[in-house]
């Protein structure tokens, strides 16, 4: 939470929704064997016991978002009760309030419980486990992939970040996370961090900033999915060895892909590459993707393969190797209980918290501008990409024109917001072009050089560029020392 009235107001919209009974609050009591086991964009997430049994359930901390964010999540998670018993989608069972590594501390801060995947993310999975994956079992894997999404798009919901850091696995069962949070949390202040984090799963499209139509963001997620298709098939994250900024970004942009993977079957290939297609109307739906999976799978099978079987459907006790674990008593605890939140749910006006929120004229402002501000650097970002001269003001200008930004109105608002690091760039940069102010490259240095540090990848390549200008001004000085006084 960026303050503690951010963190007031969180905790308020979260207290309301336990209070209406659109979430279970689950008492500390209920968790034994608290374990830290990763650290992600918005908090800490921690591996704990059901009551006593062996059942592990994973707790996940929301400490890093702002109060806007946190309403959009509560609003996500009472969506997300329509996928609930999708085998392939992680499981949301409700709210914990407590401190999870120190006892006896009262916290304010919530947690998220969810179902636990017991091998992580699939890019951990893969590393441990590649060497003994059969081509059924890779075939499968993406079928549950494949149907995860499917089922998010037949529910009107674009996932926006897949990526294999997203895509967990349990008992050799995929299971989809972090869909409707992270499209919330990338308005946060490191979107750009995030940005590049993933860059190789990302949607060229997306480098552009032009993906608002929401086919286009269905599109973006089979984007993700080829290349995760693509993964599966070599056990290793996309362009392992390079590392994920911009002139990788640029690459892909212009068309470069992985290079298939020997052995792999000619019609997973296809389906892969169609769906990375630069083109958005040349990539299949997820439902054309699962159709092709289950051919090529049912052939399979036909050919004698045994052991090859979709698993999206099935239950968590099924899976590829047979490990078998008797799960039975908290599972039918756990959605006992959820059944009893669905029913809740579905008693109750679940539109309120959201429009609430939205007819609220401040925080719909404060949105609004912070949405122009993460525009104008994607565009500023988009044109330094294309090449276009980074010293000159004329394409911002026109940018603002064409778009009825009112220049002056940004910048006074971007004089008293520089929380986030988008922000700090952009009062950078309006110095350093004298937009609004007078030029000063001193103080657009110093701006940048700060949202650098916040991994600001645009800021880093500003920074570069005035100390590249420096160097050869100066060089210019001692050649030519006449031009001081020109
Ligand atoms: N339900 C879960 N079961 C088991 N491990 C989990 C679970 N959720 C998260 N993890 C582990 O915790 C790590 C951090 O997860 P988290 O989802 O918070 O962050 P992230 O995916 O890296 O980033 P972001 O929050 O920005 O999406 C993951 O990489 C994963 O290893």
């Known amino acids: 939470m960026q303050n503690t009235e951010n963190t007031n107001e969180c905790i308020k919209w979260i207290e309301e929704a336990i209070s209406k009974e659109y979430f279970r609050l689950y008492e500390h009591k209920y968790f034994s064997n608290v374990q830290r086991i990763g650290t992600g964009g918005f908090g800490k997430v921690y591996r704990v016991n059901w009551k006593n049994s062996d059942q592990y359930l994973a707790l996940k901390s929301f400490s890093n978002v702002d109060d806007v964010i946190a309403k959009e999540i509560v609003h996500e998670l009472k969506l997300q009760r329509d996928i609930q018993f999708h085998n392939n989608i992680i499981k949301f069972y409700g709210v914990a309030q407590f401190e999870p590594e120190y006892q006896n501390v009262q916290s304010k801060n919530y947690l998220l419980v969810m179902e636990y995947a017991d091998s992580g993310t699939i890019k951990n999975y893969l590393k441990e486990n590649f060497n003994n994956l059969t081509w059924s079992n890779k075939c499968n894997l993406a079928y549950q992939l494949a149907s995860a999404v499917a089922c998010l798009h037949n529910e009107g919901i674009v996932h926006r970040d897949l990526h294999s850091g997203n895509v967990l696995v349990h008992q050799n069962i995929i299971k989809l996370s972090d869909f409707g949070l992270s499209k919330r949390i990338e308005s946060s202040s490191n979107t750009k961090t ?101 051919e090529i799978i049912t052939k399979t099978t036909e050919n004698h393969q045994p052991g090859l079987n979709l698993q999206s459907t099935s239950t968590d006790e099924q899976n ?47 949105i609004k501008l912070s949405k122009i501000v993460n525009d104008i650097v994607n565009y500023i970002f988009k044109i330094t990409s294309e090449g276009k001269n980074p010293a000159s003001n004329k394409h911002i200008l026109d940018y603002f024109n064409d778009n009825n930004i009112n220049s002056q109105e940004i910048h006074d608002w971007l004089l008293i917001n520089q929380n986030n690091s988008d922000s700090i760039f952009l009062l950078g940069y309006f110095n350093y072009l004298g937009i609004e102010t007078i030029k000063d490259r001193k103080k657009a240095l110093n701006l940048f050089t700060k949202a650098s540090e916040q991994t600001h990848i645009l800021a880093k390549f500003y920074v570069k560029l005035i100390n590249w200008q420096i160097y050869h001004q100066s060089r210019e000085l001692s050649r030519h020392p006449k031009s001081l006084f020109d």
């Open 194 to 294: 995030k940005f590049f984090g993933c860059v190789p799963y990302v949607d060229p499209k997306r480098f552009s900033g032009r993906n608002k139509n929401k086919k286009l963001n269905e599109k973006s997620d089979i984007y993700s999915v080829g290349v995760l298709f693509w993964e599966l098939s070599s056990g290793q994250p996309p362009f392992a060895t390079e590392e994920y900024d911009i002139d990788l970004a640029l690459e892909i942009s212009q068309g470069r892909r992985e290079e298939p993977i020997l052995n792999t079957p000619e019609n997973y290939i296809k389906i892969y590459t169609e769906c990375w297609d630069n083109e958005p109307d040349n990539r299949p739906t997820m439902n054309q993707v699962l159709e092709r999976l289950k």
């Open 320 to 366: 590829f190797n047979s490990i078998n674990i008797d799960t039975s008593n908290i599972n039918n605890s756990l959605h006992g209980e959820m059944s009893q939140i669905i029913e809740n749910f579905d008693k109750m006006n679940t539109k309120e918290i959201v429009y609430k929120t939205l007819t609220n004229e401040d925080i719909s402002s404060e």
